[in-house]
């Protein structure tokens, strides 16, 4: 008999039966309010009954039509839907399984299209687990320990993580910016570079938005120097931040967005979007896998489009996360080991500190597992994973986050 893997550790001690909204239920039938959603993937609930009817009606019709060899309705659905909800001129799409395959996929169409080798990303950023995304990925030493030589090519600038850094916004992204134009001077001319990859939201480098200066400052180099902006939207997408991507709160428009978890609330299916022009640059043959655009996914992902739309639930999102992350700012307010509480739309993250500002993880894993506990699932995130995060689906009611945040508080 063999045994799971050492390396599959829960954060929480549950083992779970069904889910069914923003509740899992253990196998003892008790309910935990889940504010963790599979680290944001289910956004319309655990087994939305529209996405569950989909799913059940596409495996008795076809499971898996290979595309590059076939064509099927529900792929050819879920691109022409995606354009209703794409930033204009992004009209063609790519399907992959996981964040990181999408990522994959965006660097290689960055560098091909561009025939330039470098690629900028940002202190803290997440970007996945593959060679190439963890090339990407400064969130902590965890994702690239003992795993090097990493991909070649690839400059990290700062971004304006304010509170860290201990200024303003408007210092932070001063720096920012002007340590990125550091960059281009010295290690990445802008002629060498391909690609700058940014998070609306760092979300593993603990839920610190991005803002309007700074993601308009991005946009201004790259156009000035031929350079595509991608937006990771892995996690910030699909209304999960109360837009429909992360980026719309600053108005500023991406060449490349990709995009994954929420997407098809649970099944695996990620995706590239960009312009027609751009997409025919990538090199055939070079993109996709096997499983990439598989039909019970993209059926499950027309459903919850469906279901976001009919349930007004990125208008939800903003809602529910106002009143999330005000009411956490409230018991911040009553605990001086929260050192700042931050985040957009359903992404919520409180951070734990000593008493003279270092990162203390001790304090927020205890604060965690005693919300665990009590029966609500939290998640960590952040460099030290000294920030509790909170990522409910996106079909939370307000009493939902009212109890949650009534059990933060004792936990705390
Ligand atoms: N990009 C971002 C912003 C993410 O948050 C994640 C996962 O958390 C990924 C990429 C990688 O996605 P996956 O775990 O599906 O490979």
Same mark, same amino acid.
């Given at each position: 008999?063999?045994?799971?893997?050492?390396?599959?550790?829960?954060?929480?001690?549950?083992?779970?039966?069904?889910?069914?909204?923003?509740?899992?239920?253990?196998?003892?039938?008790?309910?935990?309010?889940?504010?963790?959603?599979?680290?944001?993937?289910?956004?319309?609930?655990?087994?939305?009954?529209?996405?569950?009817?989909?799913?059940?009606?596409?495996?008795?019709?076809?499971?898996?039509?290979?595309?590059?060899?076939?064509?099927?309705?529900?792929?050819?659905?879920?691109?022409?839907?995606?354009?209703?909800?794409?930033?204009?001129?992004?009209?063609?799409?790519?399907?992959?399984?996981?964040?990181?395959?999408?990522?994959?996929?965006?660097?290689?169409?960055?560098?091909?299209?561009?025939?330039?080798?470098?690629?900028?990303?940002?202190?803290?950023?997440?970007?996945?687990?593959?060679?190439?995304?963890?090339?990407?990925?400064?969130?902590?030493?965890?994702?690239?320990?003992?795993?090097?030589?990493?991909?070649?090519?690839?400059?990290?600038?700062?971004?304006?993580?304010?509170?860290?850094?201990?200024?303003?916004?408007?210092?932070?992204?001063?720096?920012?910016?002007?340590?990125?134009?550091?960059?281009?001077?010295?290690?990445?001319?802008?002629?060498?570079? !391909? +690609?700058?990859?940014?998070?609306? $939201?760092?979300? %593993?480098? =603990?839920? #610190?938005?991005?803002?309007?200066?700074?993601? /308009?400052?991005?946009?201004?180099?790259?156009?000035?120097?031929?350079?595509?902006?991608?937006?990771?939207?892995?996690?910030?997408?699909?209304?999960?931040?109360?837009?429909?991507?992360?980026?719309?709160?600053?108005?500023?428009?991406?060449?490349?967005?990709?995009?994954?978890?929420?997407?098809?609330?649970?099944?695996?299916?990620?995706?590239?979007?960009?312009?027609?022009?751009?997409?025919?640059?990538?090199?055939?043959?070079?993109?996709?896998?096997?499983?990439?655009?598989?039909?019970?996914?993209?059926? !499950? +992902?027309?459903?919850?489009?469906? $279901?976001?739309? %009919?349930? =007004?639930? #990125?208008?939800?999102?903003?809602?529910?996360? /106002?009143?999330?992350?005000?009411?956490?700012?409230?018991?911040?307010?009553?605990?001086?080991?929260?050192?700042?509480?931050?985040?957009?739309?359903?992404?919520?993250?409180?951070?734990?500190?000593?008493?003279?500002?270092?990162?203390?993880?001790?304090?927020?894993?205890?604060?965690?597992?005693?919300?665990?506990?009590?029966?609500?699932?939290?998640?960590?995130?952040?460099?030290?994973?000294?920030?509790?995060?909170?990522?409910?689906?996106?079909?939370?009611?307000?009493?939902?986050?009212?109890?949650?945040?009534?059990?933060?508080?004792?936990?705390?």
């Amino acid at each position: 008999m063999s045994q799971l893997s050492p390396l599959l550790k829960q954060a929480t001690p549950v083992e779970v039966d069904y889910g069914e909204g923003v509740y899992l239920y253990d196998h003892s039938g008790r309910r935990h309010l889940d504010f963790t959603a599979g680290i944001g993937v289910t956004s319309t609930g655990h087994c939305h009954p529209k996405v569950v009817a989909a799913a059940q009606e596409q495996v008795g019709k076809l499971i898996h039509g290979q595309y590059t060899t076939v064509m099927h309705d529900p792929l050819r659905s879920l691109a022409e839907r995606l354009g209703d909800v794409l930033p204009p001129g992004l009209d063609s799409v790519f399907f992959a399984n996981s964040g990181s395959e999408a990522v994959e996929a965006a660097l290689r169409l960055a560098r091909q299209a561009t025939g330039r080798p470098n690629i900028i990303v940002f202190q803290g950023g997440f970007h996945g687990r593959t060679v190439g995304a963890a090339s990407l990925t400064t969130s902590g030493t965890r994702f690239r320990a003992g795993y090097a030589p990493l991909m070649d090519g690839v400059h990290v600038a700062p971004f304006p993580f304010a509170y860290r850094y201990g200024w303003d916004e408007a210092t932070a992204t001063r720096f920012a910016l002007q340590e990125l134009d550091y960059l281009f001077a010295t290690m990445s001319p802008g002629e060498e570079t !391909a +690609a700058i990859f940014v998070e609306p $939201v760092l979300g %593993e480098g =603990g839920y #610190v938005p991005a803002n309007r200066e700074f993601l /308009a400052g991005l946009r201004e180099r790259a156009d000035k120097h031929g350079i595509l902006l991608v937006a990771d939207e892995v996690q910030t997408g699909f209304g999960r931040t109360g837009k429909f991507w992360g980026m719309e709160h600053f108005d500023v428009q991406p060449d490349v967005v990709i995009t994954a978890k929420g997407l098809a609330s649970g099944f695996p299916l990620s995706g590239i979007a960009a312009s027609t022009e751009l997409m025919g640059k990538a090199w055939p043959g070079s993109q996709g896998g096997t499983y990439g655009g598989n039909a019970v996914a993209c059926a !499950a +992902a027309l459903a919850t489009l469906d $279901v976001i739309q %009919e349930e =007004g639930l #990125v208008n939800n999102a903003a809602t529910q996360g /106002a009143r999330l992350l005000e009411g956490s700012r409230q018991i911040a307010e009553k605990f001086p080991q929260i050192g700042d509480v931050r985040g957009l739309g359903l992404m919520v993250g409180s951070e734990f500190v000593t008493a003279d500002g270092r990162a203390d993880p001790d304090t927020a894993k205890a604060a965690q597992q005693a919300a665990a506990e009590r029966g609500l699932l939290l998640l960590m995130c952040g460099a030290w994973m000294n920030t509790v995060r909170m990522i409910p689906a996106l079909v939370v009611s307000g009493a939902q986050v009212d109890d949650a945040l009534g059990i933060w508080s004792e936990s705390v």
